[in-house]
C-alpha cells in the first residue's frame, strides 16, 4: 500500500514553469555567455540552436514520456516500462546518483551566491576598491565555516520548498520565481541597453566570428545544450511522472527550450553590454560572476540596485534548477522506502548537504587533495556532469528509440509513425541523439 496517493501538477503551465525553472539555472548566466564568446559568438548560438532542435529537444521528449507513461521514479520508470530487474535501470541509477552529487555542489555555489547577495544588501562593495572586490572572493573562499554555512542555507532553502511537495511546494514556488526572474532580466536589459557596450555586446553575440570556429565548438554547445536542458539524470523523467495529460509532451519540450535559450541569450546580451562598455573581456564561470561583473556594477549608474537584481536573479535561476535535483532523489526514496516525504526530504537533502561539504572544503583546507590534477570540487563535476549525465542521455534515447520504439514515438506525437514528425523523432532517438552525445563523452575524456 502506498503511504500517500501520487500527486500531480496542477495544471500544464505549473509543469512548465517547473521544467524550465530546472532548466534555467547558473549554467544559462554564468556558462552560456562565455562559452558563446569564446567559440565564435552567432556562430555558437546557431550551432547551439541546432543542438537543442536535434539532440536536446528528443530526449527531453523521451525522459517526459518514460516518466509520463510509467508515473514511477527515475530508476522504477524502467522496470515499469520494460520488466522487474531491467537492465535499462542503469540510467536511473545513474541519475539519481548524478542529481544527488551534482545538487551537493551546485548547492555550494548556490551559497557563495547568497553570500553574494547578502553583501550588496548591505551595500558592501560600493566602498571597495576593485582589488577589494576582487579579494572578497578570495576571502569567502578562504573561509570555510562561511562557506559551509551559506552552502547549508541554500540547501535549507531547498528543502524548504522541496518539502511542500509537487504541487504545494515546487510548483508554487517556480510559478512565483520564474515570472520575477523574466522581470529582472527585462528590467536588467533595459538598464544595460544605456551602456555604451550595448550594441558591441549585441554584435558580439550575433555576428559570427569564423576565426574562433574550430570542430570543437560543436561538441562545446552540444554539451552546454545537454547540461542546460537538464537532461540525462532523471530530473524530467521525474517531472514527467507528475503530468496529468501525457498529450503533451511534445508541447511541454519545445516551450522549455524555447524559454532555456531565451534566457541564455538575454544573460548573454545583459553580460556582454556591461563588460564591453568597459573594454573587458568576458571571463570564464565564477571570475565573470563574482569578480568582473561586482567590479563593472559599481561603476555603474545605480550600482546598488543592479548588484542587488543581479543576485537575486542567480538566486531564483539557481534554486529553481537544485530543488529539480533534488526531486529527483526525494522521489525515488519515498517510493522504494515508501516512508513519509517530508521526513525523506529532510533526510536526504542533508545527506546529500553533508556530501558537499568536501567540495565546500576543496576551496581551502582541503585545497591540496587532488586526483589526477583536479581538486574534489572539480572531480564530482567531472564524473556527474561529463561521464553520468551523457551516459544517462545515451541509454534514455536508445530505450525511447530503439526499446519501447515506433508505438511510444506515436503515442507521444499521436501521429502515425509515416508522419514526418513521427518520423524524424525515431531516428534522431535511435541514431543522431545516441551518436552525437557519445561522441561528446569520448570527448570528455580525451580532451
Ligand atoms: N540546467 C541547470 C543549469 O543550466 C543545471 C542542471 C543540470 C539542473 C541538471 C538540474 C539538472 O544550470
Known amino acids: 500500500m502506498d503511504l500517500q496517493k501520487r500527486p500531480s501538477w496542477s495544471s500544464q503551465i505549473g509543469l512548465v514553469m517547473a521544467a524550465a525553472g530546472s532548466a534555467i539555472g547558473l549554467g544559462n548566466i554564468w556558462k552560456f555567455p562565455y562559452l558563446a564568446g569564446d ?25 517526459l514520456f518514460i516518466g509520463a507513461s510509467s508515473k514511477k521514479n ?81 540547501m535549507a532553502m531547498t528543502i524548504g520548498i522541496v518539502i511542500g511537495g509537487i504541487e504545494k511546494g515546487i510548483e508554487k514556488w517556480n510559478k512565483r520565481l520564474m515570472p520575477l526572474l523574466f522581470i529582472v532580466l527585462l528590467v536588467l536589459i533595459f538598464r544595460v541597453m544605456f551602456e555604451p557596450g550595448f550594441l558591441k555586446g549585441l554584435a558580439f553575440l550575433l555576428v559570427p566570428n569564423m576565426s574562433r570556429v574550430t570542430p570543437n565548438c560543436v561538441l562545446v554547445a552540444c554539451g552546454q545544450a545537454f547540461f542546460s536542458l537538464s537532461l540525462g539524470l532523471g530530473v ?38 556591461i563588460v564591453f562598455s568597459f573594454g573587458m573581456n568576458p571571463d570564464k564561470g565564477p571570475g565573470l ?32 534548477s537544485s530543488i529539480s535535483l533534488l526531486e529527483v532523489v526525494v522521489t525515488f526514496l519515498t517510493e522504494y522506502f515508501n516512508w513519509e516525504r517530508k521526513k525523506l526530504t529532510i533526510i536526504g537533502g542533508t545527506l546529500i548537504a553533508l556530501f558537499g561539504v568536501p567540495s565546500a572544503l576543496s576551496f581551502n583546507l582541503w585545497n591540496k587533495v587532488t586526483l589526477f590534477g583536479m581538486g574534489i570540487f572539480d572531480i564530482l563535476d567531472f564524473i556527474s556532469s561529463s561521464i553520468f549525465l551523457p551516459v544517462g542521455g ?24 509515416a508522419h514526418f514528425f513521427s518520423i524524424t523523432l525515431l531516428w534522431l532517438t535511435r541514431i543522431v541523439a545516441p551518436l552525437a552525445i557519445l561522441i561528446m563523452l569520448i570527448h570528455n575524456f580525451i580532451k
Open 39 to 63: 567559440n565564435g559568438g552567432g556562430f555558437f548560438v546557431l550551432i547551439y540552436l541546432l543542438c537543442v532542435l536535434l539532440v536536446g529537444i528528443p530526449v527531453f521528449i523521451s525522459e
Open 74 to 154: 527515475a530508476i522504477k520508470a524502467f522496470e515499469v516500462l520494460d520488466k522487474p530487474k531491467s537492465k535499462w535501470q542503469i540510467a536511473g541509477i545513474f541519475g539519481v546518483g548524478a542529481a544527488a552529487i551534482i545538487l551537493s555542489y551546485y548547492s555550494v555555489i548556490g551559497g557563495w551566491v547568497l553570500d553574494y547577495e547578502f553583501k550588496s544588501i548591505f551595500n558592501f562593495f560600493s566602498t571597495k576598491t576593485d582589488k577589494e572586490v576582487t579579494e572578497a572572493l578570495d576571502n569567502l573562499l578562504a573561509t570555510p565555516w562561511l562557506v559551509i554555512f551559506w552552502h547549508f542555507a541554500f
Open 236 to 273: 524530467l523523467i521525474t517531472y514527467g511522472s507528475y503530468m496529468k495529460d501525457s498529450s503533451k509532451i511534445i508541447r511541454t519540450s519545445f516551450e522549455v527550450a524555447i524559454l532555456d535559450t531565451i534566457v541564455a541569450l538575454m544573460a548573454a546580451v545583459i553580460i556582454f553590454a
Open 289 to 320: 560572476v563574482f569578480v568582473t561583473l561586482p567590479i563593472l556594477f559599481n561603476k555603474m549608474f545605480g550600482s546598488y540596485f543592479i548588484s542587488n537584481l543581479f543576485f537575486l536573479l542567480l538566486i531564483f535561476a539557481a534554486i529553481t
Open 394 to 417: 545515451v541509454v534514455i534515447s536508445v530505450f525511447y528509440g530503439w526499446k519501447l520504439g515506433k508505438k511510444a514515438v506515436e503515442a507521444t506525437t499521436g501521429k502515425p509513425i
